[in-house]
């Protein structure tokens, strides 16, 4: 059974760019969310989906965004991008919210 | 607001000695609490999932227990394999959302 799956792995940009996160979740798996995880704040979250709809919001600015497909995959996107927004973005999916949740191996984002 | 801390913060260890991590929390109706590992540079792997006091799991040389305000992860002669960082956390009923505590380092010395 393959694990959730999320590209690219690693990311360079530059200030005041965008970028884009994807995440496929485990199959049979309907509720996808978001950390951000960095040394100083921990893991993060972010938001959750589950069937095309956010059901919760961490408490980022509005540059944070997402999105889930019918197919259950998931994107995040990150505008004007500032250099504290550098950390590992993770990715996990559960069968319903509340039961154990499976990451990815997440994505590494550097802004420079 | 949901809490979750972790004590100590890292925990040195030789092979083969037992010992114990600590997660508190305080939750407003709690839904369930969950154990994870993490190796560096890599995402966090599940663990163990407790959903009532008194509850424990157990999994090759890790146990985990659970009562109404702390959680604890005991291991057993540990092996160097064993090193990583463990992360407690936990979600509340209808938050769809899991509230970290900072983890615990582990290391194991052969």
Redesign the interface.
Known sequence: KAGVTQTPRYLIKTRGQQVTLSCSPISGHRSVSWYQQTPGQGLQFLFEYFSETQRNKGNFPGRFSGRQFSNSRSEMNVSTLELGDSALYLCASSFAGGTEAFFGQGTRLTVV | EDQVTQSPEALRLQEGESSSLNCSYTVSGL??L?W?RQDP??????LF?LYSAGEEKEKERLKATLTKKESFLHITAPKPEDSATY?C?V?SQG?????????TRLTINP
Do not use: D, I, N, S
């Not at chain 2, 540079?41 to 599940?46: I, Q, S």
């Not at chain 2, 938050?95 to 983890?103: E, I, M, N, S, T």
């Open positions: 839904r369930g969950f994870y540079g890599k995402g966090p792997e599940f999932t992360l956390a979600e938050a769809q959302k899991l509230v970290f505590g900072q983890g």
